[in-house]
């Protein structure tokens, strides 16, 4: 079955500590891919997608993803966190024609000052 | 990207009770989804609701439980029915854009005694 799967449940970095958050989805096929973030007590935002093209995509406050095909992956990375980034943080992916999105379990991530 | 006024944000139900969520999208959208999140876990998708069909729910969730009206292209209702304490959670719901972006209302928490 599709799935996608995000290796790290619970992550704690200090801040200005740099940030990768692993996912890897079981898909062969055509795939868009999806970060959002969930700020505590907030909804679901998007923090950037990967449709086509280059495979390093940049999103908004300074987070970005690297897809690579060959792996399944679409990791997100900061290279210098702050306190604010404490969120739970949702790795999506649409595949094929289908228009709904596969999630994974998601990462709480807490940045301490 | 589209905006989703989505009512409640949050109501403590009794049991037995059932409860209509709306959300109401400032443009027209063919696909509506309904998640959702139960307490530290990722989104489930109930259903996706196209106007003028039937919903199509996913495996575990059924219609009598789940009844999902979808009467034109800017608004959809979830009704819990019945409710049960296994049904507090998030609820949200949730549009497909374009380019294949996806929208979030800012969902909202039931809690069934």
């Known amino acids: 079955a599709q799935s996608v799967s995000q290796h790290n449940h619970h992550v704690i970095l200090s801040e200005a500590a740099s940030l990768e958050l692993g996912c890897n989805y079981s898909?062969?096929?055509?795939?868009?891919l999806f970060w959002y973030v969930q700020y505590p007590g907030q909804h679901l935002q998007l923090l950037l997608k990967?449709?086509?093209?280059d495979p390093l995509v940049k999103g908004i406050k300074g987070f970005e993803a690297e897809f690579i095909k060959s792996k399944f992956s679409f990791n997100l990375r900061k290279p210098s966190v702050q306190w604010s980034d404490t969120a739970e943080y949702f790795c999506?992916?649409?595949?094929?024609?289908?228009?709904?999105?596969?999630w994974g379990a998601g990462t709480k991530l807490i940045i301490k000052p | 990207s589209a905006v989703i006024s989505q009512k409640p944000s949050r109501d403590i139900c009794q049991r037995g009770t059932s409860l209509t969520i709306q959300c109401q999208v400032d443009?027209?959208?063919?696909?509506m989804f309904w998640y959702r999140q139960q307490p530290g876990q990722s989104l489930t998708l109930i259903a996706t609701?196209?106007?003028?069909?039937?919903?199509?729910?996913e495996s575990g969730f059924v219609i009598d439980k789940f009844p999902i009206s979808r009467p034109n292209l800017t608004f959809s209702t979830l009704t819990v029915s019945n409710m049960s304490p296994e049904d507090s959670s998030i609820y949200l719901c949730?549009?497909?854009?374009?380019?294949?972006?996806?929208?979030f209302g800012s969902g909202t928490r039931l809690t069934v005694v």
């Open positions: 949730s549009v497909a854009g374009q380019p294949y972006g996806y929208t």
């Open positions: 443009s027209q959208v063919t696909m």
């Open positions: 609701a196209n106007q003028g069909s039937e919903a199509t729910y």
């Open positions: 898909y062969g096929g055509t795939v868009n």
């Open positions: 990967y449709f086509s093209g």
């Open positions: 999506a992916v649409r595949m094929d024609s289908n228009y709904q999105l596969i």
